[in-house]
């Protein structure tokens, strides 16, 4: 993959297999991406796309881009363009493009080779018929009473199929194979069909059409595909596959599965993003809220964190679900860098600073705190101010360090002021506040070396630039959409996943000529979040989307009980809990904590977890730890620290009072290995 997260690289089976084979001077590298152009591409092709091209690109070969284009009642143009637009964009170009539709004739051929070998068959029963001979995991499938048609009348039959003579579900060609084997996919699959749809390349030149599990291995053979890297939902479709190309003695492409990508609070299929776009319940395939690739790049995701994402989160053979937060931390990582700060106020509440003069100032404000190159800004000052209202309280709590009556709060590279007068509408709602400023402190420092902890952003009300924001949530509501008993997905979207502030008030910076463009269209809005500039936006008003917050959002925190003894637990609350053996590769005193050690470890996932332990006092060297295998508990949600994501926790005792060890497996040759569920 063309960018690597140097934290911790994840591990790639495929990768592993394919050195395997170039020091055995076995295979070139072939790949190829085989998308249906019957939808957008999402997050989970993303990972589809980083391997295939991946790893062509590493290994020197080539990958094509090919459009399984065999269902013509689903496929669509727009699909085709927006497939090679987002491909583009995430970084990669192919070899060669081609469609499966490109070798219709060939397909054919190969077909009525089958027929004249006795391996498949035309079968007039009805699809009705066709599904109840198949039989089920439980029944043995029973002989179509066509089944054992002569080749001759095979041929004549399949002949008139494409000349158009029968109508639909009229007949099929079916592969000839195994009717007792348990996997259903060789119980005589299907072939062909009669479809009278026209095709967007074909027209109507055809009115029979393969399905994908024929075309597919055979477009892979006609390319000269070495490795046909799939999901593992195809696994049980390589049986299918191998048979194809065997029998129809063609090139000897290769299939090889790996873990799809799963994400919270995400659903990953096409059928079910098409049902949201055409129910209304997003405003189309690139609503920001969405996972396809056009609407990430609309809500300002980068190509770059993107590809990390893929890179940190590896190819395994076994699937997992990534919490979506570790796609957004790595996100929040790309944008630090990249992004120049500006100020923006949300929700405008109106300072006017009594004592300073009517004169506007003009501040040097750096564009970006870490990287000088981002060059400066110049920010007006004057006497009349905008500050979000959620800056404010009336009557402040305790740890409240922000304004409030008589307090006194920073105002970002300018100045400190105390807030003297509260002024409310007849509602009793705060719509100004008066304040007062210490001209000492210009540039924000008190001269006289007082404390004051709270910084805020803020804009001048006269040069202000009024734009719209949107601020994007996540579009489900629940951790694992449509797996709730009873449910339907659509029943567990998110109602609050966007608002809409028509009136924030921007700083003049972003309407200077080429200031936005210059930034790629993306800023960190100081203390708000990272945003981008939406289509949507006119010449006299631009709209702003969220892209992702400064951190995750925090939960309310529970309110504390008495304590109490341990409750007892059912058998059933601890089979909740998944513990999972886990080796050690990497372990290090995290420099800015006392107390925590940073371990890498590997659960046999095809990528290592961060888990953060607060056991440094007990391992003075952390190094002894690497190579042990230890318990985690995998499926505790992953937590947000100040110095990266924690993904688990490993398992420790100890008496109260003594050290605490961390539990290990002895290193036997018998020992279980990463990934192993602990029972």
């Known amino acids: ?270 059928r079910l993003l098409l049902q949201m776009v055409n129910k209304g319940l997003v405003s189309g395939w690139d609503d920001p809220r969405m996972p396809t690739l056009a609407g990430m790049r609309r809500r300002g995701f980068t190509p770059e964190a993107i590809r990390a994402f893929c890179e940190r989160i590896g190819v395994a053979k076994t699937d997992s679900m990534i919490d979506v937060g570790l796609l957004e931390h790595g996100l929040r990582e790309d944008l630090n860098r990249r992004c120049p700060r500006v100020m923006a106020v949300l929700h405008p509440l109106k300072v006017v600073i009594d004592n300073f003069p009517e004169e506007v100032r003009h501040l040097d404000a750096p564009l970006h705190p870490e990287d000088p190159a981002h060059g400066s800004r110049k920010v007006p000052f004057s006497r009349v101010l905008y500050v979000d209202r959620d800056d404010f309280r009336e009557d402040p709590p305790k740890d409240w360090f922000r304004l409030a009556p008589e307090r006194e709060v920073r105002l970002r590279y300018a100045c400190l002021i105390r807030c003297t007068e509260v002024i409310k509408d007849a509602k009793g709602a705060v719509v100004e506040l008066h304040c007062t400023w210490d001209p000492a402190s210009w540039g924000g420092s008190a001269p006289d070396g007082r404390k004051v902890l709270g910084t805020l952003h803020w804009v001048s009300a006269a040069h202000a630039v009024p734009a719209e924001v949107r601020l994007y949530d996540r579009l489900f509501a629940v951790e694992n959409p449509g797996t709730t008993e009873g449910k339907s997905f659509l029943e567990e979207m998110n109602p609050h996943s966007v608002e809409v502030i028509p009136s924030a008030q921007m700083e003049p910076y972003l309407a200077e000529d080429g200031a936005v463009e210059k930034a790629g269209g993306r800023f960190q809005f100081e203390r708000v979040g990272y945003f981008c500039v939406d289509r949507d936006s006119t010449p006299a008003k631009r709209v702003w989307n969220r892209t992702v917050g400064l951190k995750p959002a925090a939960k309310a925190a529970p309110i504390a009980a008495p304590a109490a003894p341990p409750a007892e637990i059912g058998i059933d609350d601890l089979g909740r809990i998944d513990l999972r053996v886990g080796i050690v590769r990497e372990a290090a005193n995290v420099p800015e904590a006392q107390k925590l050690i940073r371990l890498m470890v590997d659960l046999g996932e095809g990528r290592l977890r961060q888990i953060f332990t607060g056991l440094r006092a007990y391992y003075p060297d952390p190094a002894v730890l690497v190579g042990q295998r230890v318990v985690v508990v995998a499926n505790l949600k992953p937590r947000q620290m100040k110095f990266g994501l924690s993904e688990g926790m490993v398992l420790a005792g100890g008496a109260e009072g003594a050290a605490h060890k961390i539990v290990t497996f002895a290193d036997a040759e018998d020992a279980p290995k990463p990934g192993d569920k602990i029972t």
């Open 1 to 270: 993959m063309t960018s690597k997260d140097t934290t911790g690289d994840a591990g790639n089976f495929v990768r592993e297999l394919i050195v395997a084979d170039q020091a055995a001077g076995k295979r070139k590298v072939a790949t190829r991406f085989p998308p249906e152009p019957n939808g957008y591409l999402h997050i989970g092709h993303a990972k589809a796309i980083c391997v295939d091209f991946g790893l062509a690109q590493e290994f020197g070969g080539t990958c094509n881009l090919r459009f399984d284009d065999t269902n013509p009642t689903t496929e669509d143009v727009e699909y085709v363009d927006a497939i090679q637009e987002d491909i583009r964009w995430l970084g990669f170009n192919w070899s060669n493009l081609h469609y499966a539709s490109d070798y219709f004739e060939q397909l054919y051929q190969l077909a009525v080779k089958l027929i004249k070998k006795g391996k498949a068959y035309v079968d007039s029963l009805s699809e009705e018929e066709i599904r109840e001979y198949r039989g089920d995991f439980y029944k043995k499938g029973k002989p179509s009473p066509y089944r054992e048609r002569s080749v001759d009348e095979n041929l004549d039959l399949f002949a008139r199929m494409r000349k158009g003579e029968f109508p639909e579900g009229a007949h099929v060609l079916r592969a000839k194979i195994d009717l007792e084997t348990q996997n259903m996919n060789m119980r005589d699959p299907l072939l062909y069909r009669i479809r009278y749809a026209p095709h967007h390349r074909t027209g109507k030149t055809w009115c029979i059409y393969p399905m994908y599990d024929y075309a597919h291995p055979l477009s892979d053979a006609i390319e000269e595909i070495t490795y046909s890297i799939c999901t593992l939902e195809f696994e049980s479709h390589r049986p299918l596959y191998d048979w194809a190309i065997r029998e129809t003695e063609v090139f000897p492409s290769r299939q090889i599965e790996f873990a799809r990508l799963n994400l919270t609070y995400t659903v990953m299929s096409k």
